[in-house]
């Protein structure tokens, strides 16, 4: 089994949920008392959440370089950037170490390619939703069409994220809220959604909504498990 690099506090709650579902599919796996080789590094995100909103990208970069080359140096063979929207500072870390950097974004690719889907909703931070380090990622490996919200409902999401979700603050409002603003990317043709911030898995359930949900925070864990496993 080859050893999973975590780069996580981005923040603490989803990294638990990564913890806990790469250890789940381990277990599904291999059975027995199987568990999970993981190296992790948990970075401060009040830190990073400063330098996010301030457009600090490159000493943001610079810190998560400096993490990542610890997760190597404690003998990880890849890496995993536990949250989406710092996946715009990875050609910086990755000209920073050695070992891979298995992408969320290309991870969603590839399972909504499985699903047929050609034209998928993006929920996530303004930054993920705004920018094109994700999105085009998407469009041009795997020839998906994304689409986001308007730019005050991504207003609503992104505040949903940063004052609830990444607190642990789970709110039945703001789970309304999102439901809504699904609805209105399916009236815009969406086969599917994409849940491109890795707390929101914490709010949204896919019982909750008749689309098709893809959260990024398993599909990236399943991922990681499928090449720690590979020969």
């Known amino acids: 089994m080859k050893t999973i690099g975590l780069l996580g506090g981005m923040s603490w709650e989803s990294t638990v949920l990564y913890y806990k579902q790469i250890n789940e599919e381990i277990k599904i796996q291999l059975g027995s008392l199987h568990s999970a080789k993981v190296v992790l590094y ?16 490159n000493k943001a970069a610079e810190i998560l370089s400096i993490a990542a080359k610890n997760i190597e140096i404690a003998s990880a063979d890849f890496l995993l950037i536990c949250t989406n929207t710092m996946h715009k500072v990875v050609p910086t870390i990755e000209k920073n170490i050695k070992i891979p950097i298995l992408h969320i974004a290309d991870a969603t690719g590839k399972v909504l390619q499985e699903n047929s889907i050609k034209k998928v909703g993006l ?10 380090f994700y999105k085009n990622r998407i469009k041009s490996n795997f020839n998906i069409e994304v689409i986001v919200p308007n730019e005050e409902e991504i207003n609503i999401i992104h505040k ?3 004052e609830e979700l990444c607190l642990g603050i789970i709110k039945e409002a703001s789970k309304k809220q999102y439901l809504k603003i699904i609805d209105n990317l399916v009236l815009k043709g969406v086969q599917g959604v994409i849940l491109g911030c890795t707390e929101i898995g914490m709010l949204i359930k896919q019982e909750d909504t008749k689309v098709k949900l893809f959260d990024t925070t398993l599909i ?6 499928k090449e720690a496993l590979k020969d």
């Open 42 to 57: 948990s970075v401060d995100f009040e830190e990073i959440e400063k330098l996010q909103h301030s457009k600090n990208w």
């Open 123 to 132: 929920l996530g931070t303004a930054f993920t939703m705004k920018e094109e």
């Open 160 to 162: 949903i994220i940063y």
């Open 220 to 225: 990236h864990a399943k991922e990681a498990v």
